[in-house]
């Protein structure tokens, strides 16, 4: 076969979330349950779940319940892309960790996690940018080349969550829903992707 037959060939969908159900995923990951009001029910798959949580009084419970049932890489990603909708809301010191997070979203190399992951840790504010920097560095190993223990599996999520939710704090209370909306959306192509 050339490697042009290669390359034609239809590669399967890559798996998004962690889990096939939120009660599992509540099961698995407990720390959920202290960032969520909202329980899933046992027969309830992840898109039924994010659309109860949006039509909740807490929509922004769909923001937390996404950055934990995604995969930790697709939660960063899925992260960037909230923080890109909200660029106006970011501050001009945070486009350098931007730039850096979408290099490593195109390209996931060892060293450039562990770049971000330096940066982010020795950042002087933990601004949107660099909370999701440090979601990026917990994502696939270790924060350090000499640290072998990999991270518990909240703190991905965790970090993501809080960098999604800080920046939608910081637009004017008019914009929240409009951004949220959007959010969600994309939270929805996340999680139907599998």
């Known amino acids: 076969m050339t490697s042009a037959e290669e390359n034609d060939k239809t590669t399967p969908p890559r798996r998004s979330t962690r889990y096939d159900t939120p009660a599992e995923l509540y099961a698995r990951i407990p720390q959920v349950l202290d960032l969520t009001q909202f329980r899933p029910r046992p027969d309830e798959d992840n898109l039924h779940y994010l659309s109860r949580l949006r039509g909740s009084t807490t929509p922004e ?35 350098p960790m931007m730039q850096d997070i979408a290099a490593w979203i195109s390209n996931p190399t060892t060293s450039m996690r562990y770049k971000l992951m330096k940066d982010a840790l020795w950042a002087p504010s933990r601004s ?11 994502s696939t190993g270790g924060p350090a080349p000499n640290d072998p223990l990999r991270p518990p599996p909240w703190r991905t999520p965790q970090a993501v969550n809080s960098a999604v939710l800080s920046c939608l704090a910081r637009a004017e209370l008019s914009r929240r829903p409009i951004f949220l909306a959007r959010i969600i959306d994309m ?7 599998y």
Do not use: K
């Open 61 to 95: 419970e769909a923001v937390t319940f996404t950055a934990f049932a995604a995969l930790p890489t697709a939660a960063a990603g899925w992260g960037y892309e909230c923080l890109r909708q909200m660029a106006e809301h970011l501050n001009p010191v945070e486009r």
């Open 187 to 193: 939270a929805e192509s996340l999680l139907r992707a």
């Open 128 to 138: 949107p940018s660099v909370l999701l920097g440090l979601a990026v560095g917990w």
